[in-house]
Structure formats: structure tokens, C-alpha cells
């Protein structure tokens, strides 16, 4: 069935790299997607990477999706303490699949990032 | 400015009452869907509604019970058959199945 796995908790310093990993089930999903969710918030959409996509970045963040391996990583350079939160990632599939057009959620992992 | 409300961010219940929670959006979204966080847990989905009048059942929809008269308004009803009520619950919307959703900022339910 369709899956989607992380990670729980990631700690990193200020100023460091972060890197969060993912990994999925299902190798027919049409786009990837990374979200935030800050303390008592709704979530908020990142970036998402097509899956005819090897590599997408967007200022400090690089997502690298390796679909060999199902396997879909968030990096985060430069990390500040406004990064800590929960990260999210989701994929979609097709409609034609069940649970297909919506998404699916991982766990989420928790990032602290200490000064 | 467009966007997703939820609406109360937080709300308290006594054992064995009904509450409904509020969800309106105003970005002509198609598509919206309910979902319950707990802690450790992610995010596991209620209902979800693709078009006006018109609903469908997630992976936990026992004990509760939505309603979609309108495109903006998708709200959600806890009942007293719902045994665990307590978690933050989120709305979303997307203009239709295979996008990106849009979120609002959550309630949190708590049973007194």
C-alpha cells in the first residue's frame, strides 16, 4: 500500500545544514512535496518537485528526489532558529489509484535548531 | 487577500455533546478535506469533498460527520460516538484532486 516514512526528530546548530529524508512506497506519484508547520499552525506548503525531477532548489532549500531508491530529502542551508518546526513531506498519485489525487503524509520530523 | 479560516482556534467539549468546527475558504477551491493531528501521529484524513453537495468517507470518519451546501464551506461535526475527540484538527483546500493544498491555521478540540 501507500506509504510514506520519516523520521521523528532532527536537531541541528544555528548556521548548520539540515537535512531531512523521506522516504515512499508508491513509485507512481505524480509530484512530492515538502510543508512547515510551526507550533499550533496550520501547514505550510515549501517547495514540491515534479517526479520527472532529479533536483529542484529554491533559495536555502534543495530538494533531491532519487526515485531509484523512492527516496526524497528536504536540505535546508544555513539553518536559523525560526526553522525549527515540523517538517512534512506528501506525494500524490494518480487519480486512477486508490487514495489516488489526494495526498499522503508523512509522520513529520520535528526540527530544533539550537543557537 | 484569499484564504482558508478555521474557526474556533480553540474549543472545548463536554462528554457526549456535538461540535462543529468551521472551515470556510475564498479561493473558488474545488476541493476540500478535513484532517486530525495527534501527536507523533502526522496527519490522517476525515473527509474530504471534491465538488459541492458531494462527500466522501477518509481513513477515520467514525464520529464524525460533515456537509458541503457551498463551495466556500466545508464544515466538520464531532459526535458523542467519537470516543478519542481530542487532537487539533485542519482544514485544507486545493482547486482540484492532484494539487497543492492550501491549509488554515487549525482548531484545537478539547474534551472537558
Known amino acids: 500500500g501507500e506509504d510514506v516514512e520519516q523520521s521523528l526528530f532532527l536537531s541541528v546548530r544555528e548556521g548548520d545544514s539540515s537535512v531531512i529524508n523521506c522516504t515512499y512506497t508508491d513509485s507512481s506519484s505524480t509530484y512530492l512535496y515538502w510543508y512547515k508547520q510551526e507550533p499550533g499552525a496550520g501547514l505550510q506548503l515549501l517547495t514540491y518537485?515534479?517526479?520527472?525531477?532529479d533536483m529542484k532548489q529554491d533559495q536555502r532549500l534543495t530538494v533531491l528526489l532519487n526515485k531509484k531508491d523512492k527516496h526524497l530529502s528536504l536540505r535546508i542551508a544555513d539553518t536559523q532558529t525560526g526553522d525549527s518546526a515540523i517538517y512534512f513531506c506528501?506525494?500524490?498519485?494518480?487519480?486512477?489509484?486508490?487514495?489516488?489525487?489526494?495526498?499522503?503524509f508523512g509522520q513529520g520530523t520535528e526540527l530544533s535548531v539550537k543557537p | 487577500d484569499g484564504g482558508i479560516t478555521q474557526s474556533p482556534k480553540y474549543l472545548f467539549r463536554k462528554e457526549g455533546q456535538n461540535v462543529t468546527l468551521s472551515c470556510e475558504q475564498n479561493?473558488?477551491?474545488?476541493?476540500m478535506y478535513w484532517y486530525r493531528q495527534d501527536p507523533g501521529q502526522g496527519l490522517r484524513l476525515i473527509y474530504y469533498s471534491q465538488i459541492v453537495n458531494d462527500f466522501q468517507k477518509g481513513d477515520i470518519a467514525e464520529g464524525y460527520s460533515v456537509s458541503r451546501e457551498k463551495k466556500e464551506s466545508f464544515p466538520l461535526t464531532v459526535t458523542s460516538a467519537q470516543k478519542n475527540p481530542t487532537a487539533f484538527y485542519l482544514c485544507a483546500s486545493s482547486p482540484g484532486e492532484g494539487d497543492g493544498y492550501t491549509f488554515g491555521s487549525g482548531t484545537r478540540l478539547t474534551v472537558v
Open positions: 479561493l473558488n477551491h474545488d476541493a
Open positions: 506528501a506525494e500524490i498519485l494518480p487519480p486512477i489509484y486508490n487514495q489516488g489525487g489526494k495526498l499522503i
Open positions: 518537485i515534479f517526479s520527472n525531477m
